[in-house]
């Protein structure tokens, strides 16, 4: 079955640290161009961040960069470092695997920053 699984969403302090994880099952991301969205409540989803499957490079929003950090690792899992959240962070997110005409999103890991 392919499918994608986020995991490690919660609640955090302001100032603090998440990691979000997007685990593929049923078929191997090395090809694959990978991005976390966010839908923040009343809001469209947003792209946040993207790894590229040509050329490694990654690419961040405006609101997250220098904060977040964007990585894939040899066990089929992209990761998404989140520091220094601040309660505009607040959202679902949202782990995307693209390759060509293959789509594929998770079900989503709610983080929510606030005191």
């Known amino acids: 079955q392919v499918q994608l699984v986020e995991s490690g969403g919660g609640l955090v302090l302001p100032g603090g640290s998440l990691t979000l994880s997007c685990a593929a099952s049923?078929?191997?991301?090395?090809?694959?161009?990978i991005s976390w969205f966010r839908q923040a409540p009343g809001k469209e989803r947003e792209g946040v961040s993207c790894?590229?499957?040509?050329?490694?490079?990654t690419h961040y929003a405006d609101s997250v960069k220098g904060r977040f950090t964007i990585s894939r690792d040899a066990k089929n899992t992209v990761t998404l470092q989140m520091n220094s959240l601040k309660p505009e962070d607040t959202a679902v997110y949202y782990c995307?695997?693209?390759?060509?005409?293959?789509?594929?999103w998770g079900q989503g890991t709610q983080v929510t920053v606030s005191s």
């Open positions: 049923g078929f191997t991301l090395q090809q694959y161009a």
């Open positions: 995307n695997a693209r390759l060509i005409t293959k789509t594929y």
């Open positions: 790894f590229s499957a040509s050329d490694a490079s």
